[in-house]
């Protein structure tokens, strides 16, 4: 296997760090200040539930939370289908081992994604407003303006083989594949433009 790592062209660089000027703007001051209200909502909730010690979020719950997550980023899917027809046991189940599950991350995300309505956007937004310095918020409008080549997204996705030791990823479903090769391309941005939260990269 390859042993080439991601990396973006300077031109792109260029334009990431002219990206990040915004974030000092009032706007988007104001902007992160409402999410970091969202995520501190949605940990409240999650808490007060007793979510990771197997206790179950209630419809009403979850609508609370979905509300909270739609003031990180607008997500069609996140309404009272995504557990009605999954049943709201089974969303729990799923849920939860995807956000505390000790199995490592690709195998708790491919599970995850067997869930109905589930789409790369739903699956990041979930573990982003749990984890924000830890898991990108990955929507198809924020990656698309990178512009990326194929080769710099063959890199990412070699890459992200390597890192979580995947041999075999005829084994896994192709979005959980893809959803590691993205978080490859997230973290390089995080780290070149010295970023904390996933969120604000959006």
Not at 60 to 65: A, E, P, S, V
Not at 71 to 95: M, Q, T, V, W
Not at 103 to 129: G, I, N, W, Y
Not at 174 to 183: A, S, V
């Amino acid at each position: 296997m390859s042993n080439e790592v991601f990396s973006f062209t300077p031109e792109q660089k260029t334009n990431l760090e002219k990206w990040k000027l915004f974030l000092d703007t009032e706007q988007a001051r104001a902007w992160a200040t409402k999410e970091k209200e969202a995520i501190e909502s949605i940990y409240y909730i999650i808490k007060q539930a007793k979510f990771e010690e197997g206790n179950d979020l209630t419809a009403k719950q979850l609508d609370d939370i979905f509300r909270y997550m739609c003031n990180l980023i607008f997500n069609r899917a996140l309404n009272r289908k995504l557990y009605e027809d999954n049943g709201l046991n089974n969303f729990n189940s799923k849920l939860r081992m995807l956000l505390f599950g000790k199995d490592p991350l690709a195998k708790r995300v491919s599970q995850f994604f067997e869930l109905k309505r589930v789409r790369m956007l739903t699956l990041s937004h979930f573990l982003c407003c749990v984890s924000p310095t830890e898991y990108p918020e990955i929507g198809w409008q924020t990656f698309d303006i990178l512009e990326l080549d194929s080769t710099q997204l063959d890199n990412a996705y070699r890459q992200a083989l390597r890192e979580y030791n995947i041999s075999s990823p005829q084994d896994y479903r192709g979005d959980t594949i893809e959803y590691l090769r993205d978080m490859v391309v997230f973290r390089q941005i995080k780290n070149l433009l010295h970023i904390e939260e996933y969120n604000l990269i959006n």
